[in-house]
């Protein structure tokens, strides 16, 4: 067996998840794991023995089906990608509940550019179908590397996927089951079209069906392989609630267009916006703003001069943190605290300082940018 097979049937095994899947692989390689007693498995990796009977019960089944879906993604396209792989999503890593193994089939770098999940009702209106296609229509224009993030499910999904076609935008279906059979049907022919610029991803593997149960799975990778998620239209009750909130508590920003007080097909996004868990937009210019992916007006040249001395006057600490901001369009407060090794409140103060000096502007979301 090669190394992928391996991480098929690695992917594959029940009671293992991203933080136990970590903690194995810095022991040792998934040959050597799977080549384990019961009790290496307790041993060597720390398993109580009750999970290494389990675990070691799955092994001889996970090799067996790994080495038949390797064979189904060679014949028809399809390129596992283990977590640990450079193409994995790098957005997802930062999940804790991130899958350990997508099976991807297109043509899309799932790290280049700026990704945004639109989601909302299969029951979409009008309303809701025209501000899809206005907002995607939008963004082509405002930014020249966005890429387009949905369900492929019926409503606000699949017309996200078409508006993006439409504006030649590349555009990425999360399913729910596998590569085998597009579900719904009556999406395949979008879905063929899509995985020639864009994508198709799923955790699951081959000819797994897309059963109920999968799809808070595939909800929650959509919420976190993209930069901002963005409802369209909701009921009060419904996946893309679900999406927002899954997004919420990966410290994603979360985006709603507003309805009518009295439209049912509104009032999850309504409820959203009353409840401060979404920041309300109207069209692509807002959703630029808030995600500080505006133009910035050129500086004359003795701004600049200004600007340069000025900085030379801060501390040490003030200074890695704006190499920092420099390197990212839009940093968060959360990503700033890793990247210069400093804690939270402390940069906090920090940044405060900086504000003060017109050196960096805080955007919402607690995103930072230079000025």
């Not at 933080?19 to 390689?29: F, N, P, R, T, W």
């Not at 019960?57 to 014949?75: G, M, P, R, V």
């Not at 387009?148 to 508006?163: E, F, T």
Request: charge should be positive.
């Amino acid at each position: 067996m090669n190394e992928q097979m391996y991480q098929i049937a690695f992917s594959q095994l029940k009671g293992v998840d991203y933080g136990s899947a970590q903690k194995i692989l810095q022991v040792s390689s998934l040959s050597a794991f799977f080549s384990c007693s019961k009790m290496d498995l307790v041993q060597i990796y720390g398993i109580n023995p009750i999970n290494a009977t389990k675990l070691y019960q799955q092994f001889s089944l996970a090799i067996k089906n790994a080495q038949q879906t390797y064979e189904l993604c060679i014949k028809n396209g399809i390129i596992p990608i283990f977590f640990t792989h450079k193409n994995y999503p790098q957005r997802l890593l930062e999940c804790y509940d991130a899958p350990l193994l997508l099976y991807v089939k297109g043509n899309k770098d799932l790290n280049k550019g700026k990704f945004i999940s639109i989601v909302g009702t299969r029951n979409a209106t009008h309303y809701g179908k025209q501000l899809c296609h206005d907002l995607v229509g939008q963004l082509s224009h405002l930014l020249t590397d966005v890429t387009i993030v949905s369900g492929l499910a019926y409503g606000i999904d699949i017309a996200a996927h078409k508006a993006a076609l439409e504006a030649n935008v590349p555009t990425i279906g999360v399913l729910a089951g596998g590569l085998h059979r597009i579900y719904p049907a009556a999406h395949h022919c979008t879905a063929l079209k899509m995985i020639q610029e864009g994508a198709l991803i799923t955790e699951q593997s081959y000819y797994t069906a897309s059963e109920k149960r999968y799809f808070l799975q595939r909800n929650r990778i959509i919420a976190g392989i993209s930069d901002a998620v963005v409802v369209v239209e909701s009921a009060a009750k419904g996946g893309a609630l679900v999406t927002a909130s899954i997004a919420g508590t990966y410290n994603k920003d979360v985006f709603v267009f507003p309805g009518r007080t009295n439209d049912m097909a509104s009032a999850g996004c309504n409820a959203l916006i009353k409840h401060h868990k979404a920041t309300m937009i109207e069209n692509a210019n807002d959703l630029c703003y808030f995600m500080g992916w505006s133009k910035q007006k050129k500086r004359n040249d003795f701004d600049k001069t200004k600007h340069n001395e000025l900085i030379e006057t801060l501390s040490k600490e003030e200074q890695i943190i704006i190499r920092c901001i420099k390197e990212v369009e839009n940093i968060s407060i959360d990503q700033l605290s890793y990247l210069t090794h400093l804690k939270v409140e402390d940069l906090m103060a920090l940044l405060l300082a900086l504000e003060f000096q017109n050196i960096v502007v805080c955007l919402p979301g607690n995103r930072y940018q230079l000025r």
